[in-house]
């Protein structure tokens, strides 16, 4: 079982450009009627290799959006990236939701479907090729993705963790 390591980041000192990956009407039934208010699913990255994921909820549609927000740089994650693509392939798991993300040639772009797409593309990564199955719930395929960028590790960080040289990482 491999362990994942979560590189937390400080939102205070980064320009962070938010997307609006879904936004639903909500009721909640009571005796007297239904009220509604609005959930919204946001996603915020630095286009660099962090991105975050918040969820919002409110009478209104805009404070719903705001709260998103301000959740998501909460949960910010640094990801590593090369050359505009993620440094090997991840599987990603969250609830019933699997995804998987696999590097690709410079020139691919990001093909990726729907919530993982605003995900890859807020934390930067340009080029790299995605399947998401089982859950199509945004919720779990955003926490999906988000879990499986949070696993990558480029070949320093393996080299240090195993306390080798870096060449060795790949010629055993």
């Not at 639903?24 to 915020?44: D, L, M, N």
């Not at 009478?59 to 301000?70: C, F, L, N, P, S």
């Not at 020139?107 to 859950?135: D, F, P, Q, Y």
Request: charged share 20%.
């Amino acid at each position: 079982m491999s362990t994942i390591n979560i590189k937390r980041v400080k939102s205070s000192e980064i320009e962070l450009k938010d997307r609006l990956v879904s936004i639903q009407r909500v009721a909640k039934v009571t005796k007297g009627g239904r009220t509604f208010s609005f959930s919204a699913i946001v996603v915020v990255g630095d286009e660099n290799g962090i991105v975050g994921y918040g969820l919002g909820k409110a009478k209104e549609v805009t404070e719903a959006i705001a709260k998103g927000i301000d959740d998501a740089k909460k949960n910010l994650v640094k990801v590593p990236i090369i050359n505009a693509s993620i440094p090997h392939e991840q599987i990603g798991k969250f609830s019933g939701g699997f995804v998987f993300i696999k590097p690709a040639a410079v020139g691919t772009g990001v093909i990726a479907g729907g919530a993982m797409r605003a995900v890859l593309e807020s934390a930067g990564v340009h080029n790299v090729l995605a399947k998401s199955k089982g859950s199509s719930n945004p919720h779990n395929v955003v926490k999906a993705t988000v879990s499986a960028l949070s696993q990558l590790r480029d070949a320093y960080a393996v080299a240090q963790q195993r306390g080798i040289e870096v060449g060795k990482v790949f010629n055993g």
